[in-house]
């Protein structure tokens, strides 16, 4: 079976420009979390779906920062007017539950410029 | 407050040296905990998941335990590939708490 999948694997960008990331969860997950991970450090919680809602959107750094999922599936995380300091790399998960095991794509590598 | 704290941040062990990871919580209603291995460049895989206090996994060289207030991932005689961030997570039913990892270095 597939696993979570990112999209893509590397994207270098200027600052000020906008990007979107994807994430494709595992078949059947209803829950999805995307996290940033600075070189070095470790996971930073930026938001939780549950289906199409994300009840807990509490880790987003700012209102540049946003994320829709479709279809209880897919999800998109948009950065806007990027700084340099979001360069990080940005890790999708995806669990059956919020409570159970949660599996984790590659990420995406984001560098502003 | 509910934290999760792992130590020590970094270990570097000769082959076969054997060790143990800590991680310690204070969580109310825990509802399961987790241990990853992290690889450079790539995202958390998973290892173990424990449920309540005195249950004990084993994959290959790794054994994790878990008490009412910390869990151990026990490395037995370890090899140069289990070199890695291992971390730690936990469940409470609304939160999802990961730690900041431990870095292995297994050295030949």
């Known amino acids: 079976g597939a696993g979570v999948s990112q999209s893509p694997s590397n994207k270098v960008t200027e600052k000020g420009k906008d990007v979107e990331l994807r994430c494709d969860p595992i078949s059947g997950h209803t829950a999805l979390y995307w996290y940033r991970q600075s070189l070095g450090q470790g996971l930073e919680f930026l938001i939780y779906f549950q289906g199409n809602s994300a009840p807990d959107k509490s880790g987003l750094p700012s209102d540049r920062f946003s994320a829709e999922r479709t279809g209880g599936s897919v999800s998109t995380l948009t950065i806007q007017r990027t700084q340099q300091e979001d360069s990080a790399v940005y890790l999708c998960?995806?669990?059956?539950?919020?409570?159970?095991?949660?599996?984790f794509g590659a990420g995406t590598r984001l560098s502003v410029l | 407050e509910d934290q999760v704290t792992q130590s020590p941040e970094a270990l570097r062990l000769q082959e076969g040296e054997s060790s143990s990871l800590n991680c310690s919580y204070t969580?109310?209603?825990?509802?399961?905990l987790f241990w990853y291995r992290q690889d450079p460049g790539k995202g958390p895989e998973f290892l173990f998941t424990?449920?309540?206090a005195g249950e004990e996994k084993e994959k290959e060289r790794l054994k994790a335990t878990l008490t009412k207030k910390e869990s151990f991932l026990h490395i037995t005689a370890p090899k140069p590939e289990d070199s890695a961030t291992y971390l730690c997570?936990?469940?409470?039913?609304?939160?999802?708490?990961f730690g900041t990892g431990t870095s292995l270095t297994v050295i030949p």
């Open positions: 969580v109310s209603g825990l509802r399961g």
């Open positions: 997570a936990l469940s409470t039913g609304n939160q999802f708490y």
């Open positions: 424990l449920y309540s």
């Open positions: 998960a995806s669990s059956q539950t919020r409570t159970n095991i949660q599996y």
